[in-house]
């Protein structure tokens, strides 16, 4: 495992790091012995939030890493009405500091390494948080020691401008920022990537696999073809060869469709990339892909040649 530095934290974190969204209150030995799996691999971030799994992710993590202090665990508060695009927002100074002291309960530690705002879906929300006291709740939880570092991350299904991270990262006012890249959707590349370096803010991957699921996402070919086939279908690639072909993925062999989009993220100067697993299998699995060279540059340049132009993240 190789150990990237997480922008001016100067925390020292793994840079595969494991997204703990699903899975702990499914099968709760299961996700213990993943999380267990993800230690043994050498991971130090995880990346969980209150709304997981109604809690329970936050719950579990706390029962997983009894006597595992040096792990990094990075929580989010959400101040919408729900995880929609379309949510309201509901943010309050009040809300977050008591869901702040209620994630400290759960992962029964005294202190938060990293609290983000989570799914920060547009400008003028983002303006809201900043003056509404819900960032002078977090500085102050800071301030308090109840927080080692602070951020926010943008919306999953957010558009390809990254608009919200590209207005927040040079206030200065965050840390670390969560985003989404992927073979995918390239765009954070160039938008977000070079002002996390200009700023010193840890830059924190997302959603590597597109937000897999069994019909869609970077997991496999058949998943992999279903994303592009709904690009198509929405105009964002073309009806044409070599989009329309059963090979189109074809070159990125030898790897899975999985460790070659684990593979792009982590050829990138980000700080850490955080995959969703439920299975210790799967995790070991995942975490081949930090075996460098991670994609050689033809690969790299191929996926840019074919999907640099899409904006939009379709799931
Ligand atoms: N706005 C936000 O802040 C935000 C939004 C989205 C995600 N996130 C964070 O980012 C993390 C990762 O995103 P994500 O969970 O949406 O998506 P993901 O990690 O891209 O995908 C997870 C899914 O992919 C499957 N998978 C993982 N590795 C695989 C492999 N090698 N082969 C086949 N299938 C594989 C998993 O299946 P199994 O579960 O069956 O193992 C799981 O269903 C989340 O856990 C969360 O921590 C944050």
Redesign the pocket.
Known sequence: MHYRRLGRTDLQVSELGY?????AAENLAQFIATVHAAIEGGINFI???EG?DGGESERVLGEALRGHHDILVET?HCPYDSYAPTAAYVGSPDKLTAAAEQSLRRLQRDRLDIL?G??IRTVETLDRFMSDGCYDAMVKLRDQGKVRFIGI????EGDGTHEVLQRAVPTGAFDVV?LTLNFLLQTAADSVLPLCLKHDVGAIV????????KVS????VPAALECVRRHIAQGNLPEEPPCTEPGLLDFLQPY?I??AALRYVLSHEVSAC??????PE?MR??LRATEQPYLDAAKRQRLHDLFGGISKQIL
């Open positions: 997204g703990a969204a699903r899975g990346d969980t939030a997981y989010k983000l989570h799914g991350s943008e919306l999953s969560m997302m959603m590597p696999l597109n937000q897999a699921s996402g970077l997991v496999s899975s999985p460790e955080c995959v969703g697993a439920r299975s799967r699995e995942n």
